[in-house]
Every structure is written in structure tokens, then in C-alpha cells.
């Protein structure tokens, strides 16, 4: 693996979460994804991963209320995430491929097509660990931890400080679930730790300068420029196994 090569993709991933507020994730296992396994792409994630969601969560404010709100999820989440895993792990590095590109491909068009909707509050309850628990699923499969958790989180009404909160409290148990599976399964390294840290300095410089575009042109005609890239990737992804 290239030191440029993970350079340029965590600092395209920070400078779309800086613009966004999220996709570091989404774009690094898009980027790598398409030219690694995705289980080294998922281990290169972790540590940057972690650190800008755990900032992301920790920057808003008092988080004691949110995860006793969310903890039902969380849990799920963590649940799928190791059972997901075994999908990585097992050596169906084509399979696993495609089912990224789906992934990828689905979010993409949920996010460019869908109308916003509302999650009822007396739904809560019940939604919420299986929306965790599928989001975990595809998490530990795929690496990749949008989908279903950004939708569902999105449509529950939250404050704009909240919703920035609650994703990356999220974001944050989705990366340290992925981890721990991981170094589970024994993939992930000590080697894979320090080619992951090293990709920490690339992302946070990406994020700085996402925030100075975001200042500079449109956020949302960044995300939609930015949406059908990862629809195109993912689209090719997807379709690759059966080529």
C-alpha cells in the first residue's frame, strides 16, 4: 500500500466530512475498497475513523443524556457488528466487494432521492435496536456504517447540535465495534494500527480545509456532486464480482 496512496484518500475522506459533517468512512472504504481487500481497507480506517467521530461527539457538548437515549442501539450495533464480521474475515474478498458497492450505491440514491421523514417518538423504542442491529451487520460486512443508522437518526427530529452529536456517537461505537471484531478474528495487526494512525494526520488536514470549501461554495452542491461519485463507485463495486 502506497504511503500517497492512503495520503490523498483520508485527505479527500477528512475534506468531504469537514464539508458534510460525515462520509470520512464511506469515502476511505469506497477509495480503498475498490483497490484493496476490504478487510485491509476496514483496518487503515480505525484509528481516523475514531478520532474525528469521537471529536465530532465530544465537541457539542454533555453526551450522558444521548447515550442513555441511544444505548438500546448502541448495543445492537455492537451485536451486528460482530456478527457481520464474519462475512470479512471469511475470505470472500468478491462477495464482500459487491456487497460494499451496494451499499455505497443504496445510501447514495437514499440520499439523493428520498424525501425527509419522520420517525414517530412512541417508535423509538422498538426501531431503534433494529435499526442498530442491521446498521451493525452491514457494518462488520462492509465497513461502512451509514446505512441504516444516518436515515433513521436523521429523521428523529433532533436539534442540529444533537443530530451532529448523535451521529458521531454513532460513528464513534460503529469504529470501536469494528475494531474490536476485528482483533476478534486476529485481522487487525499491530502493523495495520500504525498504517491506520498514520492516516490520522491526512484526515484531520482534510477536515480543516472541507471547513474552509464549505465556506467557499455550496454545501449542498458539494454533497450532490459528492453523492454521485459514491453512486458511480459504488455501482462499479457492485457490478465487479459479476463481470
Keep these: 500500500m502506497s504511503i500517497l496512496l ?6 479527500l475522506a477528512g475534506m468531504v466530512k469537514g464539508v458534510t459533517g460525515m462520509g470520512l468512512p464511506t469515502v476511505a472504504m ?31 457538548g454533555p453526551v450522558r443524556g444521548l447515550i442513555g437515549r441511544f444505548a438500546p442501539m448502541m448495543l445492537a450495533i455492537l451485536a451486528g457488528t460482530f456478527a457481520g464480521s464474519f462475512f470479512m474475515v471469511g475470505g470472500a474478498v468478491r462477495q464482500v ?21 419522520r420517525v414517530p417518538a ?12 442491521v446498521t451493525g451487520v452491514l457494518s462488520g460486512a462492509t465497513g461502512v456504517f451509514v446505512v441504516p443508522a444516518v436515515p433513521y437518526i436523521q429523521a428523529l427530529g433532533l436539534e442540529k447540535d444533537e443530530l451532529v452529536q448523535a451521529l458521531g456517537l454513532s460513528f464513534t461505537v460503529s469504529t470501536v465495534a469494528l475494531a474490536a471484531s476485528l482483533a476478534w478474528h486476529g485481522a487487525f495487526q499491530a502493523d ?10 491526512p484526515a484531520l ?17 458539494f454533497r450532490r456532486g459528492f453523492l454521485v461519485c459514491l453512486l458511480l463507485l459504488g455501482l462499479e463495486m457492485a457490478l465487479r464480482p459479476l463481470l
Design 6 to 11: 492512503i495520503t490523498l484518500t483520508f485527505l
Design 30 to 60: 469506497g477509495v480503498l475498497g475498490a483497490l484493496i481487500s476490504p478487510l485491509a481497507a476496514a483496518s487503515l480506517l480505525i484509528v481516523p475513523s475514531f478520532v474525528t467521530n469521537l471529536w465530532q461527539l465530544i465537541a457539542g
Design 97 to 117: 466487494t459487491g456487497a460494499l458497492g451496494v451499499v455505497l450505491a443504496a445510501y447514495a440514491l437514499y440520499a439523493l432521492l428520498a424525501r425527509p421523514r
Design 122 to 133: 412512541r417508535h423509538e423504542r422498538w426501531l431503534s435496536p433494529l435499526i442498530g442491529l
Design 192 to 201: 495495520n494500527l500504525l498504517w491506520s494512525s498514520a492516516a490520522v494526520l
Design 205 to 221: 488536514a482534510g477536515m480543516a480545509l472541507g471547513q474552509i470549501v464549505r465556506q467557499r461554495i455550496s454545501p449542498a452542491a
